[in-house]
């Protein structure tokens, strides 16, 4: 089997362009994970390893950087994140309905949060902050307010028929 030559360097250009215009600077490691996690959509290991190379610092600095912060993931998601809001007002309102619904349609359950084609991805979170939408949903930066389970599988299905467009667009 033949190995390609410069296969890794062409694996982490965006990392290493990413680096560069951060001017390799250790006090810009936030900004630098970010771009990164923006790049893949979570933080791979093997980049946390090579940012900590490039910016001289020791990886278990750069993992407790990631893995303090929440905004930060060690785990691959999908295009689409839902969250499903699961505070006090919403959960009266029936956001474990949403949740059950997405694991269903998508799946997916409590241990498994992201779908194999990566192009879903569901997180219960704590509060969205619109209580008075209650059940609220966010699909990436959309807000849906007073979400019913059917509301969530036409929801579900808009994006997949969007999803086909632009395979077939592709194509």
């Known amino acids: 089997m033949k190995t390609e030559p ?8 965006q990392v290493i ?32 390893t090579y940012i ?10 750069v993992y407790g ?3 303090f912060y929440a905004h930060f993931s060690l785990e691959a998601k999908g295009k689409y994140i839902i969250k499903v809001c699961d505070g006090t007002a919403c959960h009266v309102k029936g956001s474990s309905r949403l949740l059950d619904t997405l694991h269903s349609k998508l ?16 997180e219960a979170v704590s509060c969205l902050g ?8 966010v699909v990436n930066e959309k807000v849906y307010g007073e979400v019913s389970a059917r509301k969530c599988e036409e929801v579900l299905t808009e994006i997949r028929e969007t999803e086909n467009s632009l ?3 592709q194509a």
């Open 6 to 13: 410069n296969k890794n360097l062409r694996q982490f250009q």
């Open 17 to 48: 362009e990413i680096i560069e215009r951060n001017n390799h600077d250790k006090a810009r490691l936030i900004p630098i994970l970010q771009e990164v996690q923006e790049a893949y959509r979570f933080l791979p290991p093997q980049v946390l």
């Open 52 to 61: 900590a190379t490039a910016l001289n610092m020791p990886v278990a600095e």
């Open 65 to 67: 950087v990631a893995t």
């Open 107 to 122: 799946g997916l359950s409590d241990k498994k949060h992201t779908t194999d084609d990566l192009i879903f991805t569901v």
């Open 130 to 137: 619109a209580c008075g939408l209650a059940p609220v949903m």
């Open 167 to 169: 395979a077939i667009e």
